[in-house]
């Protein structure tokens, strides 16, 4: 059993910073890619930031320049570094991760619950 944690979610106002992390835990024995995902109300799910094992990043159009992904494997854990925040980065933002675990033989979807963030004067 595999689980994502995030944390660092909260309030900032327009032009500020938040950081995110996710960890994961459980029977890992591979991850893969790893990423943010966000959802605003009324809209579908839209990629943040990808990065693979390797260290090659990906990011959505809205976000490069602005926001950061990384990771530290030795943790497990992902990273998001948002500068210059605006109010249309207002979501719930997810993280995910392609993980093999110990009896599995690929590759596998996993999502964290979720974090608020809220960018607002």
């Known amino acids: 059993q595999v689980h994502l944690v995030e944390s660092g979610g909260g309030l900032v106002q327009p032009g500020g910073s938040l950081r995110l992390s996710c960890a994961a835990s459980?029977?890992?024995?591979?991850?893969?890619?790893m990423g943010w995902y966000r959802q605003a109300p009324g809209k579908q799910r839209e990629l943040v930031a990808t990065?693979?094992?390797?260290?090659?990043?990906n990011y959505a159009d809205s976000t490069k320049g602005r926001f950061t992904i990384s990771r530290d494997n030795a943790k497990n854990t992902v990273y998001l570094q948002m500068n210059s925040l605006k109010s249309e980065d207002t979501a719930i933002y997810y993280c995910?991760?392609?993980?093999?675990?110990?009896?599995?033989?690929?590759?596998?979807?996993?999502w964290g619950q979720g974090t608020q963030v809220t960018v607002s004067s």
């Open positions: 459980g029977s890992i024995l591979s991850i893969y890619d």
């Open positions: 990065i693979n094992s390797g260290g090659t990043t």
């Open positions: 995910n991760a392609v993980i093999r675990t110990y009896v599995s033989v690929w590759g596998n979807d996993y």
